[in-house]
């Protein structure tokens, strides 16, 4: 039976055999750009498959990898596979671009929103000590770092800002609780003559249209 039949047929749970179950999740997770969960996993066999099977067969199928320049890896989106670290200079020479750079400033309100979320833009001036423009949360909306996901009741309702998954998923983590500790990272209690003076200061962060090797980003 091809691969095609399994995927467009209905069938019974009994039908699918181990090796079948891997070798389709194992195509479909090398075709897929984004991060498929176990939900989006089972549609692949119409809901016959439990999520004890799924796991089982995941984790084969990361074995079968473990050895090779890719590997399969769980993100706060779901499942994806990913360049090791190793190989990316390798992948840098098909693609030389740069990556985009953002300022200290974009980076620390970054963070600030990610530790103490949800926050307000005036929370974030509150921190930095200085203001917070407009641009600066456009960046971030723009890259799908930040949303808003609410209003604070108080006098003028301003905006909610929290992290959202794809930020998870492009620094290579399931969950906020898997963030660094504040500890490792340099004091946000800056002054706004300190602010203004790092604030060309650059990070670089890997476009997700880039071939990267999904290695925690650096916050700071």
């Not at 181990?18 to 179950?21: A, E, H, K, N, S």
């Not at 769980?74 to 596979?81: E, I, K, L, N």
């Given at each position: 039976m091809?691969?095609?039949?399994?995927?467009?047929?209905?069938?019974?749970?009994?039908a699918?055999q181990?090796?079948?179950?891997v070798?389709?999740?194992?195509?479909v997770?090398?075709?897929t750009?984004?991060?498929?969960?176990?939900?989006?996993?089972k549609?692949?066999?119409e809901?016959?498959?439990?999520?004890?099977?799924?796991?089982?067969?995941?984790?084969i199928l990361?074995?079968k990898w473990?050895d090779?320049g890719i590997n399969?890896v769980?993100?706060?989106?779901?499942?994806?596979?990913q360049?090791?670290?190793?190989?990316?200079v390798?992948?840098?020479?098909?693609?030389?671009q740069?990556p985009?750079?953002?300022?200290?400033?974009?980076?620390e309100t970054?963070?600030?929103?990610?530790y103490?979320?949800?926050v307000t833009?005036?929370?974030?001036?509150?921190?930095?000590?200085?203001a917070?423009?407009?641009?600066?949360?456009?960046t971030?909306?723009s890259?799908?770092?930040i949303?808003?996901?609410?209003?604070?009741?108080?006098?003028?309702?301003?905006?909610?800002?929290?992290?959202?998954?794809?930020?998870?998923?492009d620094?290579?983590?399931?969950?906020?609780?898997?963030?660094?500790?504040?500890?490792?990272?340099?004091?946000?209690d800056?002054s706004?003559?300190e602010?203004e003076?790092?604030?060309?200061?650059?990070?670089?962060?890997?476009?997700?249209g880039?071939?990267?090797s999904?290695?925690p980003?650096?916050?700071?």
């Open positions: 091809s691969t095609q039949s399994i995927l467009t047929k209905p069938t019974e749970a009994t699918f181990p090796d079948q179950v070798r389709i999740l194992e195509t997770l090398l075709t750009p984004e991060p498929l969960s176990i939900s989006d996993l549609k692949l066999f809901g016959n498959i439990d999520k004890k099977t799924l796991h089982e067969s995941l984790t990361s074995e473990h090779s399969l769980s993100v706060a989106g779901g499942w994806r596979f360049s090791k670290p190793e190989m990316q390798f992948l840098d020479r098909l693609s030389p740069r985009p750079r953002y300022s200290r400033a974009v980076m970054l963070a600030i929103i990610a103490r979320q949800p833009r005036g929370d974030i001036e509150e921190i930095r000590g200085v917070v423009s407009t641009q600066i949360i456009k971030l909306e890259r799908g770092w949303e808003t996901i609410g209003q604070r009741d108080i006098p003028g309702k301003p905006y909610l800002y929290a992290t959202t998954r794809h930020f998870l998923d620094l290579n983590l399931q969950s906020l609780e898997q963030l660094p500790s504040l500890d490792s990272f340099n004091s946000l800056l706004a003559d602010a003076s790092v604030d060309t200061d650059t990070t670089t962060i890997q476009e997700s880039e071939p990267a999904h290695e980003t650096q916050l700071l």
